[in-house]
T-cell receptor, first 115, second 109 residues
Framework: TAGITQAPTSQILAAGRSMTLRCTQD?????MYWYRQDLGLGLRLIHY???????GKGEVPDGYSVSRANTDDFPLTLASAVPSQTSVYFC??????????????FGPGTRLTVL | GQNIDQPTEMTATEGAIVQINCTYQ??????LFWYQQHAGEAPTFLSY??LDGLEEKGRFSSFLSRSKGYSYLLLKELQMKDSASYLC??????????WGAGTKLIIKP
């Protein structure tokens, strides 16, 4: 079982360009999340999805959009990248939101550099 | 505001015991997680506490005091492979995880 996969592993992107980070899980988890991790800061939630067809904004949603067309996939799109979006992006999933104790499983991450 | 505080870095000796502390302030509280993250890798789940007390899982134990907004992760019989960052995270009233910046644990032989 692969768990959660992310693509690409790393990317260098010119400012102003758009990009979609892909995330796929095979655990049939209802909830999925996108985080960014920056040096010296905790993981920050960008967007989340409780279940297929629904999405919500996290702590730092500006400049990012997501969709959840099915259970397995949760792509993150940067419409017009800026250097401040340089970060490591982690996708995660859990069995549900709203029931304590459901651990989140993380993908391997995408390291994005915006120049 | 919501906040998680934990030390930035700690150093310990192989075979010893280390305690990593975490204090939290969240709007509502629905449990606390500890994750381990090796450099360049994804975080992996270690423990979850929602009730006061100590939860033991092999060499790792986690403690919670809800009244004090405090948790710690205790690592015993330290091994070199335990060198990693340890992330504390608390569920707020909306079951959104609020993450600390992590404690980098350096193990010396």
């Amino acid at each position: 079982t692969a768990g959660i996969t992310q693509a690409p592993t790393s990317q260098i992107l010119a400012a102003g360009r758009s990009m979609t980070l892909r995330c796929t899980q095979d655990m049939r988890h209802n909830a999925m999340y996108w985080y960014r991790q920056d040096l010296g800061l905790g993981l920050r939630l960008i967007h989340y999805s409780n279940t297929a067809g629904t999405t919500g904004k996290g702590e730092v949603p500006d400049g990012y959009s997501v969709s959840r067309a099915n259970t397995d996939d949760f792509p993150l799109t940067l419409a017009s990248a800026v250097p401040s979006q340089t970060s490591v992006y982690f996708c995660a999933s859990s069995d549900s939101i709203g029931a304590g104790g459901h651990e989140q499983f993380f993908g391997p991450g995408t390291r994005l550099t915006v120049l | 505001g919501q906040n998680i505080d934990q030390p930035t870095e700690m150093t310990a000796t192989e075979g010893a015991i280390v305690q990593i502390n975490c204090t939290y302030q969240t709007s509502g509280f629905n449990g606390l997680f500890w994750y381990q993250q090796h450099a360049g890798e994804a975080p992996t789940f270690l423990s979850y506490n929602v009730l006061d007390g100590l939860e033991e899982k092999g060499r790792f134990s986690s403690f919670l005091s809800r009244s004090k907004g405090y948790s710690y992760l205790l690592l015993k019989e330290l091994q070199m492979k335990d060198s990693a960052s340890y992330l504390c995270a608390a569920f707020d009233s909306n079951y959104q995880l609020i993450w600390g910046a992590g404690t980098k644990l350096i193990i010396k032989p």
